[in-house]
């Protein structure tokens, strides 16, 4: 339902563009995020944007160096990542659901991609 690409390796201070391809049932209306596991550790919370794009939210990791935005009308959405650091190694998840004021956390998104994984040498 959700399909997120753009990982890869990339040398400390680079940049990547993740995108989150998703068909009209899991994106219209809904607000996307993005969020990140890395190994041994939980799920955390990195970005979201509501369903205009008036609203974009960052966590304090990213904030300053990530961009999150949304293309409604091909139903996609990106998180570009500038001057990445080895400690942003992860693998990358979007997910879509209704908006809520707890949208950092992972319960409060109904529609989850597989994953795309980003790795940042040092």
């Known amino acids: 339902q959700l399909q997120a690409s753009g990982g890869g390796l990339v040398q400390a201070g680079g940049s990547l563009r993740l995108s989150c391809a998703a068909s009209?049932?899991?994106?219209?209306?809904?607000?996307m995020g993005w969020f990140r596991q890395a190994p041994g550790k939980e799920r955390e919370f990195v970005s979201t944007?509501?369903?205009?794009?008036?609203?974009?939210y960052y966590a304090d990791s990213v904030k300053g160096r990530f961009t999150i935005s949304r293309d409604n009308a091909n139903n996609t959405g990106y998180l570009q990542m500038n001057s990445l650091k080895p400690e942003d190694t992860a693998l990358y998840y979007c997910?879509?659901?209704?908006?809520?004021?707890?949208?950092?956390?992972?319960?409060?998104?109904?529609?989850w991609g597989q994953g795309t994984e980003v790795t940042v040498s040092s």
């Open positions: 997910a879509t659901g209704a908006w809520s004021s707890k949208y950092y956390l992972a319960r409060s998104y109904r529609y």
């Open positions: 009209g049932r899991t994106f219209s209306g809904y607000a």
């Open positions: 944007i509501t369903w205009t794009g008036a609203g974009l």
